[in-house]
């Protein structure tokens, strides 16, 4: 069974910064794409980052230049840099994995249980 586990959530002044990990386990081989969603009350789960196993990464015009996405293929963690934090990147942040080669086969479409991230005014 793929595991997804976050940590690095909590609460943080505007304009500082904050720090997500999301290792992944269970007999992993390989995951071609992690990235990091989030969600903020009364709204629907958006994409933050996400990076392929080439480390190629894609972000949402909102994050673009204040968040940076990486990854250790290794240890089959993904991290989110976050500097220059605004009130509305207050959320629970979720991370993803896709494409998840494991001992057992090829999974699709993982997720962590969230943390939250809130930045006070």
């Known amino acids: 069974q793929v595991q997804l586990v976050e940590s690095g959530g909590g609460l943080v002044q505007a304009g500082g910064s904050l720090r997500l990990s999301c290792a992944a386990s269970g007999g992993i081989v390989s995951i071609n794409t992690m990235g990091w969603y989030r969600q903020a009350p009364g709204k629907q789960r958006e994409l933050v980052a996400v990076i392929n196993s080439g480390g190629n990464t894609n972000y949402a015009d909102s994050v673009k230049g204040r968040f940076t996405i990486s990854r250790d293929n290794a240890k089959h963690t993904v991290y989110l840099q976050m500097n220059s934090l605004k009130p509305e990147d207050t959320a629970v942040y979720y991370c993803?994995?896709?494409?998840?080669?494991?001992?057992?086969?090829?999974?699709?479409?993982?997720w962590g249980q969230g943390t939250q991230v809130t930045v006070s005014s």
């Open positions: 993803n994995a896709d494409f998840v080669v494991t001992t057992r086969g090829l999974g699709y479409d993982y």
